[in-house]
């Protein structure tokens, strides 16, 4: 299996220095609660809160999603919920990246509901041509193509989550 750079580390930081500077100004004099969706957005988020110029407390929730690669009913369940109090609070969901849309809109579903003062979302990547439900996205880093993609953070089989950039995976002929 061989990985081609897609995103080039440098372009990651200018991308996530970029995102830190409007989020920062966006939540200027405000609590921000910041929650990542496991396991993939641990590497994005630990680099996008790290360069935020405001304090932010931050939380973790894992979803999974049954027959995401079949025809069936794309349910998704959560696995691990957040700690933190949601009410009245200004939250962040922070993904590496939207597919489908299910997972972020069974999320923002269930956030929703806790009546947060705010609920917003960032996303490092965004596979629009695989939509199934509309989900908007308030700060995106890019936009890629329908190809298999890992690394910051990204796997294929729980591989290449570690590479510091996002490359494409094509099978060795
Ligand atoms: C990936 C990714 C998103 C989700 C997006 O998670 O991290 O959370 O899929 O897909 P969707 O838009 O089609 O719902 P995955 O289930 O692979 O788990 P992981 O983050 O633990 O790798």
């Given amino acids: 299996m061989k990985v081609t750079t897609l995103i080039s580390q440098e372009e990651i930081s200018n991308k996530v220095n970029e995102l830190a500077l409007i989020i920062s100004n966006d939540y200027a004099e405000k609590e921000l ?11 994005f988020m630990a ?8 304090p932010c407390r931050c939380d973790f929730v894992k979803l999974s999603s049954y027959g995401k690669e079949t025809v069936s009913s794309g349910e998704v ?12 609070e200004n939250v962040l969901v922070v ?14 579903e269930i956030l929703a509901s ?3 003062a705010s609920l917003r979302v960032c996303a490092f990547l965004d596979k629009s041509s695989r ?21 910051y953070g990204l796997d ?3 591989q290449f ?4 950039y996002v490359g494409i995976i094509e099978e060795d002929s």
């Fill in 131 to 151: 939509r199934k439900v509309p989900v908007e996205i308030d700060y995106r880093g890019f936009e890629i193509p329908d190809k298999f993609v890992v690394g």
């Fill in 161 to 164: 989550r570690y590479l510091p």
């Fill in 95 to 108: 993904e590496d990246i939207v597919d489908t849309g299910l997972t972020l809109s069974k999320l923002k």
């Fill in 156 to 158: 294929c089989d729980e």
């Fill in 47 to 54: 680099d996008l809160i790290r360069n935020l110029s405001i």
């Fill in 114 to 116: 806790r009546q947060p």
């Fill in 33 to 43: 609660l910041v929650v990542g969706i496991l396991k993939g957005s641990f590497v």
């Fill in 77 to 88: 369940k959560m696995d691990l919920d957040i700690s933190s109090r949601v009410e009245g």
